[in-house]
């Protein structure tokens, strides 16, 4: 283990998916963090886009390596020199999950025991990894405490729990450690519209820019803890630098401790838009969590993450990158 003559002073970094929405925005952190001296990207591209890590080429600490973590031997090569793992390579989507579980079994099961396996024979000090609040699964209790969850409702949401059981064993059998973070519903700049599996407010905000009425499924009462992705950087640089003994090893619900309907958001958008645009109110999706709140007080203890970007100034920043982005595309 590198652990005890590792210097967070000069730390090597690979993030796995850092073509991905959230992961791109975590590679921008860390290229801009002086403690990190490399940033190494793995991703294949099939569920990221080269776009999200253009902008970073050239960079002097900037690397990118593409290839699947489903490939123990490109994983091996891709941690060559590091210090810490932030995983954030998966196959999101819970309709994807239901349409192919073979598919999300592989990749973010078998991909991530893959990523565990190298780095624990390569000496990787920690990996982070990018964990779900679909985990809940069924539980009503309200707010989400990690501790305490449901059974999973849909193929997504067992691959993300069987990861964290994955990283505890691998923690007690091998002695690698990790940090879990149960991410709840995060939005921000990068977050594609265009694909299939595109989550709620990149559609809407998509359909307010274009005069489309936006769909909804369900009546609008479905409420989520929607996270701008700042806070989520946030939660990753803090899990991947904690000194803590006591924050390792440990998963945290990562949200603002917040609840916001679908509905509410309709509105907030007609507000920020300056458009009143009525949605369509359609079938509610199958595997779906009606209501979702995060207890946060364990990371806030923990690992010190304070939010600091609300709903509505995260909804209004991301708006205005989706316009910006509608315009150079136009």
Not at 6 to 34: Q, R
Not at 53 to 61: A, D, M, R, S
Not at 221 to 232: L, M, P
Request: charged share 20%; proline share 4%; with cysteine.
């Amino acid at each position: 283990m590198n652990g005890n003559r590792l210097s967070t002073n000069h730390m090597k970094i690979l993030i796995t998916g850092g073509a991905g929405f959230i992961g791109s925005n975590i590679v921008e952190a860390c290229l801009a963090d002086e403690r990190i001296t490399l940033v190494r990207v793995l991703d294949d591209l099939s569920n990221g886009y080269i776009e999200n890590v253009q902008l970073f080429e050239g960079h002097p600490k900037y690397e990118f390596i593409r290839g699947c973590i489903t490939n123990y031997d490109t994983c091996v090569q891709a941690m060559q020199g590091i210090d810490r793992v932030c995983h954030q390579a998966a196959l999101g989507s819970v309709p994807r999950s239901i349409e192919n579980p073979m598919r999300t079994n592989e990749v973010n099961i078998g991909g991530s025991v893959t990523v565990m396996k190298a780095a624990q024979a390569m000496g990787i000090d920690r990996v982070v990894h990018a964990f779900s609040s679909s985990t809940y699964g069924d539980s009503k209790e309200l707010p989400k405490v990690e501790e305490r969850i449901g059974k999973p409702l849909s193929p997504y949401a067992v691959s993300k729990f069987a990861c964290e059981s994955y990283a505890d064993v691998f923690y007690k059998t091998y002695g690698l450690n990790f940090v879990g973070l149960r991410y709840f519903n995060i939005f921000g700049p990068r977050q594609s519209p265009t694909n299939p599996y595109a989550a709620a407010i990149p559609l809407f905000c998509q359909a307010f820019i274009e005069d489309r009425q936006p769909v909804v499924n369900g009546d609008g009462s479905h409420s989520r803890d929607f996270t701008f992705v700042q806070n989520a950087v946030q939660a990753n640089m803090l899990a991947l630098f904690t000194e803590d003994a006591a924050a390792l090893n440990q998963v945290y619900n990562v949200a603002c401790g917040d609840q916001i309907t679908l509905k509410e958001m309709i509105e907030m958008l007609q507000e920020i838009s300056g458009k009143d645009i009525q949605p369509i109110y359609g079938p509610e999706r199958i595997g779906d969590v009606k209501h979702s709140k995060a207890d946060i007080t364990k990371i806030q203890t923990l690992l010190h993450y304070k939010p600091q970007v609300s709903f509505k100034e995260g909804l209004k920043q991301v708006y205005a990158w989706y316009v910006k982005q509608s315009q150079v595309s136009a």
